[in-house]
């Protein structure tokens, strides 16, 4: 039939080899992204690997059909001159900007993954917007990894090589109304596609795919992050707000179980200085004083000063974080507020009145401050600590001294702890918080220490060792202040960093941090090593209960000191589900169901139990684990957390 002659079947087959193309390449990239990152996304058998990739597909058909929506309009509109020279010219242009920059999200996460614990989302923005020095850390990410950017210009071009190969050639259309009327028919329905596959499914009652559907086809949630792609988390969190009221059980149920205000009778007559360490990406992993009994196969520590402490301290080698970021280190330690798929930190119910160790101490009659030497604003932490109440804030200005700026990110470690020294406690009883900054990429130390460190097994365990050795010189310091005697001193970490032993790789461990509570005054009975689960937001509770605040206190924390013995309920998440340890399981939960129980001891997540556990106490535990998050929910939104 004429009429057909005019269907434009040269260039819809041309279009489909080009967006093939994008679904090769992206395969590519996840086969490398995992073998960067193989040490924590295990994959047992080759068919398990090609079992997750083609999952992935549906993934990468909403992150390509995302990018070339346009690309593939332009392909399609019946505008006569599409198979121009020129027009054509036009079409490869706007199809390797697009797909370049979709692409590369991907090669960033081969280094990144190994820090964030999860995919590019649109929370980088966050992160980004308060820092002035993106492109210094870019560069040096580029010079520590330098077969990234080789392999992301290879596949390029190898892309730019396997487009051209093959051409539309130049067709002027005869019969123009038939030509329009079969462009515009064979468009409806490329949309139809389009529109199916950003969805994943072409189901009304079908919500879009996200994160979290990629947990439907892994054996372990680490798995997940293989079965996404980059550009698809970073599109599909655009705009996004998790933060949504739920209702799964009655208030009561929360008050017995959850008991969300805590109230301890601890009476303090002279009230202790507090000091609290935030070391920043201070993992257990480093210490050895939180691995004596972990039988890691040749050991080696890499805080020798902070181990010597442990000794003469209250430890807990069982401790999680309750974030990923630098951010939810300050809100879960300070604040005692978790970050979970969305951070509290970067949500639109972040600037409410917060009760906090900050504000505690204030109305107690602390001095209180905050110290980082970066730039001041770095991280956000300024414009929380405001939030917070701290009475002053100390960072690069105040230091001002730039000679000692690690010319990346902030002060030098050593410099600034005894400016800290020196600087605190002309006022008393004060409450001071230190956030450290050397231990982080680009893993540098100061020139004058190249040689004094082990270079260890990866880049972190040099400057983990700087880090450690500055904490020594501050103590040494800190013992001649007038203070010291009278002061509890807390260590922990905001979240973990690069890995190397097995044992914590495991997905829980990712979130492993020590806490350290050290005084010289014995009368606070601050010594010995306690093995119960903890996490940072224990830390704002033992604090008020240390120094005698025997009001209510708003916290999904306990004091770890108190023989009052509140429910542990450890909370965290990996960035698309929400975990908790309560009793003797870990529950994951997707906002709405439960879809994982695993033995506590099964810190990998190896084993789901959820399909053929039904006890008593996981039961329960599941409910708990929903009451929480409602609470969590409510008390966030409705801005409850005075």
Known sequence: MKFFKEFRKQEVLVLVYRIFLAYVFYQIARFLFWYFNRELIKVDSVSDYFSLSFHGIAFDTTAILYVNSLFILLSLIPVIINTRKGYQKMLFWLYFITNGIAYVMNFGDFVYYKFAQTRLTSAAFQVAKHETNIGKVFGASIVQNPFVLIWFFVLMALWVFLYKRVKITEQKPVRLIPYFILSVLCLCGITVLVVGGIRGDFRHSTRPINLVDANRFVKIPSQGNMVLNSTFSFFRTLGTNNFKEVHFVDQKFIEDNIQPYKIYDRQVTNRPNIVIFIVESFSREYSGAFNKDKNIKDYVSYTPFIDSLAGESLIFPNTFANGRQSIH??????????????????????????????????????????????????????????????????????????????????????????????????????????????????????????????????????????????????????????????????????????????????????????????????????????????????????????????????SWGRSLVSDKKYPAIIANSDGGVEQFIIGNYIYRFDGKNVVGIYDKSDLGLEKNLADHLNTPETEKGKEIAKAWYQDYMDRVINRKLN
């Not at 005692?336 to 009145?353: H, V």
């Not at 006022?427 to 001071?432: E, H, I, R, Y």
């Not at 103590?475 to 044992?503: L, M």
């Open 329 to 554: 280190g300050m809100s879960s330690v300070l604040a005692g507020i978790p970050s979970l798929t969305d951070a509290f930190t970067s949500s639109p119910y972040s600037n409410q009145k917060i009760q906090s160790i900050v504000s505690i101490c204030n109305d107690l009659g602390y001095d209180t401050s905050f110290y980082h030497g970066a730039p001041n604003g770095s991280m956000g932490f300024l414009g929380f600590g405001n939030i917070l109440g701290f009475k002053h804030y100390f960072g690069k200005t105040e230091y001002n001294h730039d000679a000692d700026f690690d010319g990346m990110w902030a002060i030098w470690d050593e410099p600034f702890l005894q400016y800290f020294a020196k600087n605190v406690g002309k006022t008393q009883p004060f409450m001071a918080t230190v956030f450290t900054a050397s231990s982080h990429h680009p893993f540098k130390i100061p020139e004058k220490y190249q040689g004094k460190f082990k270079k260890g097994k990866n880049q972190m365990h040099e400057p983990i060792q700087y880090t450690d050795y500055s904490i020594k010189k501050y103590f040494e310091t800190a013992k001649k202040q007038p203070w010291y005697n009278n002061t509890i001193f807390v260590f922990t970490g905001d979240h973990t960093n690069e890995i190397y032993y097995p044992e914590y790789q495991k997905s829980m461990n990712r979130f492993a941090v020590p806490i350290i509570l050290y005084s010289p005054n014995p009368e606070y009975h601050l010594k010995g090593v306690n093995t119960e689960e903890a996490q940072q937001i224990d830390i704002y509770p033992t604090l008020a209960d240390l120094i005698g605040y025997n009001k209510r206190i708003r």
